[in-house]
């Protein structure tokens, strides 16, 4: 009996070595992460928009690339392409020459925000109760 109990305790160590070595390696690795700079936005990102409003007022002429849509085979840009055109990136859906490209003043303005989330910070303690984060 008493060598199950002391190989018992000796496979109890090792683990608990085993999780608490693992733990602070993980915990590492997340300081690190949480230290990283993220990279700065790229001038000229959108072809054709000014670098400070890149949704537009943004233009376009032949002979120039056709505007980004994310996808040009599923969200092609359809329009004339002998003129030059004035266009705004707009939420996807809202477009009228692609899925998210306005062509012509005036585009539509951005949809309503969602509506909240079934818990939110006013009626967590409510919902949630002891579990629910302090923020």
């Not at 190989?7 to 990283?36: F, H, K, N, P, Y």
């Not at 700065?40 to 233009?59: F, K």
């Not at 840009?77 to 490209?101: E, P, R």
Request: glycine share 10%; aromatic share 8%; charged share 10%.
């Amino acid at each position: 009996m008493n060598k199950v109990r002391s190989m018992t305790r000796r496979i109890v160590r090792i683990t608990t070595v085993a999780l608490v070595a693992g733990g602070l390696g993980v915990a590492g690795l997340s300081a690190d992460t949480a230290q990283a700079q993220p990279a700065p936005i790229p001038l000229d990102a959108w072809p054709g928009c000014p670098n400070d409003h890149p949704q537009g007022p943004c233009h376009w002429c032949p002979g120039q690339p056709l505007p980004p849509t994310g996808n040009h085979v599923t969200n092609p840009v359809v329009w004339d392409n002998n003129i030059c055109h004035t266009y705004y990136y707009v939420w996807f859906g809202q477009g009228n020459v692609a899925q998210n490209i306005w062509d012509g003043e005036n585009p539509p303005p951005p949809p309503p925000p969602p509506p909240p989330g079934l818990i939110n910070k006013d009626n967590c303690q409510q919902i949630l109760g002891m579990f629910c984060p302090h923020a």
